[in-house]
């Protein structure tokens, strides 16, 4: 297979300096120079009539994450509003919450279960 791994996540924005750095201090990613862990990305098309992200967005960006309480705690004492749903959360798919990027962005955040 020719493909190994994504190579970026490009979406358009109204102010794309401001929000790139709204990514790198919120959740450390964005610009040229991040290198991401080695583990499993999904790729995986949802029905047009889904409601697992709002329906005025085309994507959901999913960030694969370690230590999520933690990072919850920090996004929380920042401002920023998370949604969790236990019945997200599964022993075979790991833990899971949602947060918007300033422009309304839907972002989910994945703990992978431990190996």
Do not use: C
């Amino acid at each position: 297979m020719p493909v190994t791994g994504i190579g970026g996540f490009f979406f358009r924005s109204d102010d794309p300096k401001a929000l790139s750095a709204w990514y790198q201090k919120h959740l450390g990613v964005g610009g040229y120079d991040w290198q991401q862990s080695a583990g499993p990305t999904i790729v995986a098309p949802f029905a047009r009539t889904t409601d697992y992200f709002p329906a005025a967005k085309a994507y959901m960006l999913n960030l694969r994450v370690t230590g999520l309480d933690a990072l919850l705690v920090q996004l929380s004492d920042a401002g920023i509003a998370i949604v969790k749903d236990p019945a997200w959360d599964t022993p075979e798919t790991g833990r899971f919450a949602r947060i918007h990027d300033p422009e309304g962005n839907p972002i989910e955040l994945w703990e992978p279960p431990a190996e």
